[in-house]
């Protein structure tokens, strides 16, 4: 059974590339535990690989069933409401104690590549039907990429996402760092973090990324968004391209010379920046952009849909690309 937990789950898996990119991987939790390129750490990590069990703010983990919020962990599904585990939270965060926190079978192991595969029956966390999920982690000179492909023999909802915070430059907090996001909307969200229902233009507000911006002066403004969220944890959509892997978004610092390029074939980015980050860690040290469906989906008609059949095949793809910059050329 993929979900029981042994020692092994936390020994890391290494995979390497020829050009200076070196990840590592735990069984437990699909979990990226580390990103270095040419010798510089870039995900914000635990001190020990067995801390991943608890893992509190899902560190590199693989998301799932749903990744992100479903308000108040209930939905209607076929002709009946279904209450979903929300781990003692107000809403189903990242699908209750999900597939973060499961041990996923390695299927194989090679020097850039690994493909892990986990079985989520039906009624796991509450969710409906049966999912069973197979996610290859690959390294391509530069670029990580993860693919996920899922079925099942019944119907259900899934969303799946990696949740790397990243850091490019080890400082204490990513407020130097510049972020640009390729997107021309964003979901407004409740106190709550809730999408409102709303599709916002990002042109004149403190969510437009269109260009390369300084985050520490996207925060700095009074955005009503901003202040209720203490900081972004924001979706912004790509609905028109879904399937098409196109970038997203490119984190770069100027300490480290290193910049990120964020691409996708899901339809939304959550911009998360950090600010409820607690010990050991503080708050904004790191960053998150998790490609993945919008948040509260199945409750939300107008969001793209979610549902799974069992004649298809849920096939996703999220791409870390890393590079080198001297005088903004990249190498």
């Not at 009946?80 to 299927?107: D, E, I, M, P």
Request: hydrophobic share 35%.
């Amino acid at each position: 059974m993929t979900s029981l937990i042994t020692a092994s789950a936390f020994i890391p898996l290494v995979l390497q590339s020829n050009s200076g990119l070196r990840i590592e991987v735990l069984p437990f939790g699909a979990t990226i535990s580390s990103i270095q390129f040419e010798g510089q750490e870039l995900t914000l990590r635990h001190a020990r690989y067995t801390d991943y069990q608890q893992n509190c703010g899902y560190l590199g983990a693989t998301i799932g069933r749903y990744a992100n919020r479903i308000a108040y962990g209930k939905l209607y599904f076929g002709d009946r409401w279904v209450v979903l585990n929300t781990a003692a939270y107000k809403h189903c965060l990242h699908g209750g104690h999900g597939f973060s926190h499961k041990c996923w079978q390695v299927l194989h192991h090679q020097v850039d590549e690994v493909e892990l595969l986990l079985h989520s029956p039906d009624g796991d966390n509450g969710f409906p039907g049966d999912l069973s999920v197979w996610q290859t982690i690959r390294l391509t000179d530069h670029e990580l990429k993860i693919s996920f492909r899922a079925t099942t023999q019944s119907s259900t909802l899934v969303s799946l996402t990696n949740h790397c915070y990243f850091n490019l430059d080890g400082s204490q907090d990513i407020s130097r760092h510049l972020l640009q996001i390729h997107a021309e909307q964003f979901l407004p969200v409740t106190s709550d973090l809730i999408p409102t229902g709303e599709r916002r233009e990002v042109a004149g507000s403190a969510f437009d990324f269109r260009q390369p911006s300084l985050i520490a002066d996207k925060l700095s403004l009074p955005d009503p968004q901003l202040i209720q969220a203490g900081g972004f944890d924001h979706c912004f959509i790509f609905e028109n391209q879904v399937d098409e892997l196109r970038q997203m978004a490119t984190l770069s610092s100027s300490l480290s010379n290193i910049s990120l390029t964020v691409s996708s074939t899901m339809p939304g980015l959550q911009f998360y920046a950090g600010q409820a980050l607690s010990a050991p860690f503080r708050p904004r040290q790191a960053l998150c952009l998790e490609a993945q469906y919008w948040p509260d989906s199945p409750n939300q008609k107008n969001f793209p849909s979610t549902l799974l059949l069992n004649d298809q095949i849920y096939q996703h793809q999220i791409v870390y690309a890393f590079s080198k910059f001297q005088g903004g050329k990249s190498t």
